[in-house]
T-cell receptor, first 113, second 117 residues
């Protein structure tokens, strides 16, 4: 899987939007961009994924650059429960789902009350 | 979303003993499950891919005789840490995907905190 680069940590205030960046300059045309987050002492949970177009779901939005070399996960209104490590992961489309995920170091998001 | 349940959530064992961790997909069938390990303040590292009805595939550097994986049914995979030592103390996490493609989301268990004393 291609490599991603994320800031080690970010801090935000409760009830404010949070923009978590991810660089993936070596992304290939068939790589999907996935985001997962891991709350303390828990397994990761899926947040969102996309290929080219921006995506929205109940948890977050994903903004993908036109050249696809970077993306931004947007939490529209952060709460204390959003404090977690956020992982940006590229997944090559293989049609089978037979490969595990390659986790980088992620971004540790700190939310201040 | 689909649910993956892991048991136990926490276990303490004596050095030299074996520990079994179960991973169940509760509301879907999983031909393939994945086992990860996470040391404190580090990221998840894939240990092995568990395939229903066949042998697991281990990542480089992971001892297959030490970490025994059994995937006897479409809803259950087990990881047994044999002859555990303090350096095996870690957070073990399993994962599965709903069987409809590579770019569906992965579902993770809540993790098992293993402490070997």
């Amino acid at each position: 899987d291609a490599k991603t680069t994320q800031p080690n940590s970010m801090e935000s205030n409760e009830e404010e939007p949070v923009h978590l960046p991810c660089n993936h300059s070596t992304i290939s045309g068939t790589d999907y961009i996935h985001w997962y987050r891991q709350l303390p002492s828990q397994g990761p949970e899926y947040v969102i994924h996309g290929l080219t177009s921006n995506v929205n779901n109940r948890m977050a939005s994903l903004a993908i650059a036109e050249d696809r070399k970077s993306s931004t996960l947007i939490l529209h209104r952060a709460t204390l429960r959003d404090a977690a490590v956020y992982y940006c992961i590229l997944r090559e489309y293989s049609g089978g789902g037979a490969d595990g995920l390659t986790f980088g170091k992620g971004t540790h998001l700190i939310i201040q009350p | 979303g689909a649910v993956v349940s892991q048991h136990p959530s926490r276990v303490i064992c004596k050095s030299g003993t074996s520990v079994k961790i179960e991973c169940r997909s509760l509301d879907f069938q999983a031909t393939t499950m994945f086992w990860y390990r996470q040391f404190p303040k580090q990221s998840l590292m894939l240990m092995a891919t568990s395939n229903e009805g066949s042998k697991a595939t281990y990542e480089q550097g992971v001892e297959k005789d030490k970490f025994l994986i059994n995937h006897a049914s479409l809803t259950l995979s087990t990881l047994t840490v044999t002859s555990a030592h303090p350096e095996d103390s870690s957070f073990y996490i399993c994962s599965a995907r709903v069987q409809n493609g590579a770019n569906t989301e992965a579902f993770f268990g809540q993790g098992t905190r293993l402490t070997v004393v």
